[in-house]
Each structure stands twice: as C-alpha cells, then as structure tokens.
C-alpha cells in the first residue's frame, strides 16, 4: 500500500470560509470586534487582543509587564519549547531564563524553575506543548511565592484544559497563535487574553501598525492555497519546495509586528466556532495511533488535565522521521543548545529533561486528513525499523 503525503500539521479551510473572509474584510473594523468578543467571551477575558504572529503577540505583552516592573528585564522560558518563545523574548529586549521540564509530562522542572527565577524575573513563561497542558498549580504556586506574572503560552493548546480551567487563561496574560500549524488558524497572527486592567490599560496604548496591501493580498491568496494544498493528493507540492522552509525551527528575533487584517478575523472566527469539532476530531486520531503504538511512550496528562494533541509527541523517537507521512522530529535542539542564544542568556544551567526531549520526541500528525491506513503504513513502518 502506497502511503499518502500528509502535513505534519496543520487545519484545512474551506472555499466558504474564504468567501466568509471575504465578506468580513468589507466589514472592516467590525469583524476584528466580532472575533474579539466571541474570544473573550469563550474564554472568560476582559480584553483581547491581535497581532499579526504568536511572536509578536508575546514581544507586546512582555513590553506591556516591563512597563510594570521596568527593573526587571529576565524572562524565564522552559528550556523545551518553539524557538519562537526565545526568539520574542530578545526582539523585545530582554534576557532568556531557562529551566528544565519533566521529559514524561513536559511539564516545569519545579526545582529547575525556582532556581531560574529571581529578583530581576519579568515573568515565568509556561508553553502547553503539542496541546498538553501544564501542571499549573505548583506554577502558580512559585508566581505568588515571589510575586512574579505568568505569562500561560497556550499557542499550541487552544481548548486544552486544566483542573476545568482553560489554558491560556491562568496567568496574568494568555497567549494563543492563529498560524498554520496550530488548533485553529487565520494563516498567522497571535492572540493575548487578560482580565489584568492595568496590562490591558498599557496594551491598548501600544496600538500596531496596519497590515500592508501586500501583506492583505499574500495572506489571501495564502488562504486560497491551504484550502487545497493541505489534502494529502496535493501536500507533496508545498513539501517538495524547500524554499518554503515548512516546519523549520528557526531562532530569529528580526521580525516586525502588525496588527491582525479584518479578512484574518473573519477566516479566525470561522475556524474558532468550529473548534469544538476539530479538537475532538484530533482526540479521535490520537487516540487511534496510541492503540497502534504497542506501547510506545507518550507523554503522561497531568492529573486534572484534558489534551487536545494538536501533534501527538512519541517519546522514544524512531530510527527514521517519515516527513512524506508527517512523522518529524520535534525541535531540532533543547534551547540552551542554540549557539545564536547564548549571548542572551542567563542563569544557563544543564537542562537534561529538555535536551532528553529534543532528541527522543517524534511527532505525528493528529489532523482530519489522517485515516486509518495512513496509521497502519506508519506503525508498521515504524516496528520494522526497530523503534519499540
């Protein structure tokens, strides 16, 4: 049997969801206010907020606390996590804080944590990768024990909860990414939640810049392309493009940020009314490869815990990655082992947990294109190159 091209990520659209953009982007400012309130409804937040990446989501709100504490300037980041993360932290001018994680839940190393946080702490950072989420409380716990903010970086986890609290929602800011590869998708932008007044207060000061005609035209015509070239009859197209840089893990803090496009909003709100959906849809598939994994690791949900496996990490990797059936390693190094980082660091300690995941996390794709054959072809691909 002939396996199929499948993305290792990723949430298709839809031609009437263009069509629905396209009638959101007449509405202009209006549409932007529709997707903020149904977001800030759902998820219980006084204020919303919209830029054009994840990244630029996170530089906002870091600028936003530095504005609160200007004495502080160390950001502490799990050591485990998108080179994204670290790479807003220096565009916003501050130093990177690692601590370790726990390779079985990819939860915060509490002891690791403490020691990376001190008196010159702007926040603690708390990544749900892959849409697990965090052990919170003992996150939590340590913020309010030296009065340090929490920035909840659900990027990855838009739904996943936690003790029946929703990720992203339990720090002083939350984050969410519309980007390609995440829960749901306006082809990119970045979403920050707080019910903080005073953050709230200093973030509507920070107004954006609009997206420009040519940034509106690429990510239309973005859109109209991943409503076909996501189906596996058609992903080798993008895959065999190396240029595109698809899935690169890359640390750049050179970027700019503007604000999200009224088409964006109206793709967003699209995508965020079907959420519901498409996470059980990705249970479903989960569910279905750990049948077939005879037994291979994944990571242990925390207790209280509810995933929504945006990917589905395996924790004892495999002798090959299978890109062709969206079977990738995760990031290509812990990041206390980025060269182009280390300048930017401090408090650089060994973080054995994330540098055990780095090299032993294998992610497969969870999305609605994966059938059951797609899951046979690899697992037994898998047992035959000798990964049990």
């Given amino acids: 049997m002939m396996p199929r091209a499948l993305a290792p990520a990723g949430v298709p659209f839809f031609l009437g969801d263009i069509f629905a953009a396209l009638r959101a982007s007449w509405r202009g400012r209006q549409s932007i206010e529709d997707f903020r309130r149904e977001?800030?409804?759902?998820?219980?937040q006084e204020d919303v907020f919209f830029y054009s990446s994840g990244r630029g989501a996170v530089r906002a709100g870091l600028q936003a606390l530095h504005s609160l504490a200007p004495d502080r300037d160390e950001v502490a980041v799990p050591a485990f996590t998108s080179f994204s993360v670290p790479s807003a932290v220096v565009n916003a001018g501050f130093k990177v804080c690692l601590y370790d994680v726990d390779p079985e839940t990819m939860s915060p190393d509490m002891e690791s944590l403490k020691r990376a946080v001190n008196d010159k702490t702007l926040c603690i950072m708390v990544c749900h990768l892959y849409g697990c989420p965090v052990d919170m409380?003992?996150?939590l716990a340590i913020a309010r024990e030296r009065h340090v903010p929490v920035f909840d970086d659900a990027a990855q986890a838009m739904g996943a909860q936690y003790k029946n609290r929703l990720a992203g929602t339990m720090g002083d800011l939350g984050l969410f990414s519309l980007s390609r590869g995440k829960n749901i998708s306006a082809v990119d932008g970045g979403v920050l939640v707080t019910n903080h007044s005073r953050l709230a207060g200093i973030l509507k000061a920070m107004p954006c810049d609009a997206p420009s005609l040519s940034v509106r035209i690429r990510t239309g015509l973005a859109a109209l392309a991943l409503c076909f070239l996501l189906y596996p009859g058609l992903y080798w197209i993008p895959s065999g493009m190396p240029f595109l840089r698809l899935g690169e893990s890359?640390?750049?803090?050179?970027?700019?940020?503007?604000?999200?496009?009224?088409?964006q909003a109206g793709l967003g709100l699209r995508m965020f009314r079907r959420?519901?959906?498409?996470?059980?849809?990705?249970?479903?598939?989960a569910g279905q490869w750990m049948e077939k994994l005879n037994g291979r690791r994944v990571p242990r949900v925390v207790s209280g815990g509810e995933s929504v496996w945006l990917r589905l990490p395996v924790l004892?990797?495999?002798d090959e990655?299978?890109?062709?059936?969206?079977?990738v390693p995760a990031?290509?190094?812990?990041l206390n082992a980025i060269e182009d980082l280390k300048p930017y660091l401090r408090h650089a300690e060994p973080c054995p947990g994330a540098e055990t995941l780095a090299r032993a996390v294998l992610t497969l794709p969870t999305h609605c294109y994966v059938r059951g054959k797609d899951i046979d072809i690899v697992t037994r691909a898998m047992a035959a190159n000798g990964a049990g």
């Fill in 39 to 44: 977001l800030a409804d759902f998820f219980n």
């Fill in 137 to 139: 409380d003992p996150v």
């Fill in 250 to 263: 890359r640390f750049d803090p050179e970027f700019t940020v503007t604000g999200l496009t009224a088409f």
């Fill in 275 to 285: 959420l519901a959906g498409i996470n059980a849809a990705r249970k479903d598939v």
């Fill in 316 to 318: 004892d990797g495999v």
């Fill in 321 to 327: 990655p299978m890109p062709g059936m969206g079977v």
């Fill in 331 to 334: 990031y290509p190094a812990s």
